[in-house]
């Protein structure tokens, strides 16, 4: 075992200890009682991390039973979530485990990544068929109405966004991916006529006009540009941000939790976190291209389209480029299962690259 740590790619460690303590950092400044739940959590995830390393996962990769399996559990759970979840917010995300509250769209997010690996993997060489793309986007597609009707627009989305990466990494000729784009549209079309709750639309609304209902849908992007604004360089110092500190900026610890460090950490704070995720993600891309098996590849390329994809929308929120949709700042926002699920799939491909 210990052979096995030696061979782990410690600067994707290096980076993802980095960015958990600069967000468990801003949790401190801004919401102890929060802090205090997160550091609970990545001792949770630290220790699945290390379980996951210590096992060989290649031969349960390799098994479509294993593969399927966990797919079909997956959208069971989810469904039994809209069913039998507490409302929290408005939404039957979150499942109760005794004190922990657990939201199983995280999970789909890792499942949806590694099934569409093994998928992928295995149509190679047929890549060009019309079922290959079509299969892909139904099963895709199951767990994505899923969390849609929770409602969780967000991860949604996120997991649409997935499928139109492993298209673009599977060698999919450009026909067939035009026509991925197309059923993304519909996918969004028929969202925003059937499913969509009224604040989702008034908030993808509000980013195309900013200055409209300052103390209503555009709020919080306000308060978030205020915030970040204000940070200055070198930012107002650890437990000193305004925004932050009076309350103004809401959901800091989550959504927001980008602009609540520019605020107190300034330009300098936030470079930093955008470069040790640009370098986790560089490397992460390094190890797929030396993958030995194309499964393995998907699946590492895979995970660097999840947290790219979930960094940008968190990123573009703060910024009010994007809609706000909920999607968390992956290692950084508060939440157990997001922490938990990052810091499981960070194992395996630590668990995969260490036996290459």
Same mark, same amino acid.
């Given at each position: 075992?210990?052979?096995?740590?030696?061979?782990?790619?410690?600067?994707?460690?290096?980076?993802?200890?980095?960015?958990?303590?600069?967000?468990?950092?801003?949790?401190?400044?801004?919401?102890?009682?929060?802090?205090?739940?997160?550091?609970?959590?990545?001792?949770?995830?630290?220790?699945?991390?290390?379980?996951?390393?210590?096992?060989?996962?290649?031969?349960?990769?390799?098994?479509?039973?294993?593969?399927?399996?966990?797919?079909?559990?997956?959208?069971?759970?989810?469904?039994?979530?809209?069913?039998?979840?507490?409302?929290?917010?408005?939404?039957?995300?979150?499942?109760?485990?005794?004190?922990?509250?657990?939201?199983?769209?995280?999970?789909?997010?890792?499942?949806?990544?590694?099934?569409?690996?093994?998928?992928?993997?295995?149509?190679?060489?047929?890549?060009?068929?019309?079922?290959?793309?079509?299969?892909?986007?139904?099963?895709?597609?199951?767990?994505?109405?899923? @969390?849609?009707?929770?409602?969780? *627009?967000?991860?949604? !989305?996120?997991?649409? /966004? =997935?499928?139109? +990466?492993? %298209?673009?990494?599977?060698?999919?000729?450009?026909?067939?991916?035009?026509?991925?784009?197309?059923?993304?549209?519909?996918?969004?079309?028929?969202?925003?006529?059937?499913?969509?709750?009224?604040?989702?639309?008034?908030?993808?609304?509000?980013?195309?006009?900013?200055?409209?209902?300052?103390?209503?849908?555009?709020?919080?992007?306000?308060?978030?540009?205020?915030?970040?604004?204000?940070?200055?360089?070198?930012?107002?110092?650890?437990?000193?941000?305004?925004?932050?500190?009076?309350?103004?900026?809401?959901?800091?610890?989550?959504?927001?939790?980008?602009?609540?460090?520019?605020?107190?950490?300034?330009?300098?704070? @936030?470079?930093?976190?955008?470069? *040790?995720?640009?370098? !986790?993600?560089?490397? /992460? =891309?390094?190890? +797929?291209? %030396?993958?030995?098996?194309?499964?393995?590849?998907?699946?590492?390329?895979?995970?660097?389209?999840?947290?790219?994809?979930?960094?940008?929308?968190?990123?573009?929120?703060?910024?009010?480029?994007?809609?706000?949709?909920?999607?968390?700042?992956?290692?950084?926002?508060?939440?157990?299962?997001?922490?938990?699920?990052?810091?499981?799939?960070?194992?395996?491909?630590?668990?995969?690259?260490?036996?290459?």
């Amino acid at each position: 075992m210990i052979d096995i740590f030696k061979k782990i790619d410690w600067k994707i460690m290096i980076c993802m200890i980095a960015l958990i303590g600069a967000g468990s950092l801003s949790l401190f400044s801004s919401h102890p009682d929060f802090f205090n739940k997160q550091i609970l959590w990545i001792i949770i995830g630290f220790l699945f991390f290390v379980g996951i390393i210590t096992l060989d996962l290649r031969s349960f990769l390799a098994s479509k039973a294993v593969i399927y399996g966990m797919y079909y559990l997956i959208n069971v759970l989810l469904i039994f979530t809209y069913f039998f979840a507490p409302l929290v917010k408005g939404n039957r995300a979150w499942l109760v485990i005794g004190p922990f509250q657990f939201q199983p769209s995280e999970l789909a997010k890792i499942g949806l990544v590694i099934f569409l690996a093994y998928y992928f993997s295995k149509k190679h060489i047929g890549i060009n068929r019309w079922s290959t793309l079509i299969g892909s986007f139904i099963y895709t597609l199951i767990p994505v109405i899923l @969390i849609a009707i929770e409602p969780d *627009l967000g991860n949604a !989305m996120v997991l649409v /966004l =997935v499928w139109v +990466g492993f %298209m673009m990494v599977s060698g999919l000729p450009l026909k067939k991916l035009a026509l991925g784009f197309v059923l993304c549209l519909m996918i969004g079309l028929v969202m925003w006529m059937s499913i969509l709750k009224n604040y989702q639309k008034e908030r993808i609304i509000g980013m195309f006009n900013p200055e409209k209902d300052p103390l209503g849908v555009n709020y919080n992007v306000i308060q978030s540009k205020i915030a970040i604004g204000s940070g200055g360089i070198m930012g107002k110092g650890f437990g000193q941000g305004t925004q932050v500190q009076l309350g103004f900026l809401p959901e800091a610890q989550n959504d927001f939790i980008f602009s609540a460090i520019a605020e107190e950490g300034g330009l300098l704070a @936030i470079s930093l976190i955008i470069f *040790l995720f640009a370098w !986790m993600l560089i490397r /992460l =891309v390094a190890l +797929g291209n %030396m993958a030995d098996l194309s499964i393995h590849s998907f699946l590492i390329l895979g995970a660097v389209m999840l947290f790219l994809i979930q960094f940008i929308f968190n990123v573009g929120s703060n910024l009010g480029l994007l809609p706000v949709v909920g999607v968390t700042l992956p290692f950084i926002s508060y939440g157990g299962s997001s922490i938990l699920a990052n810091m499981i799939l960070i194992g395996i491909v630590q668990s995969i690259m260490s036996r290459k």
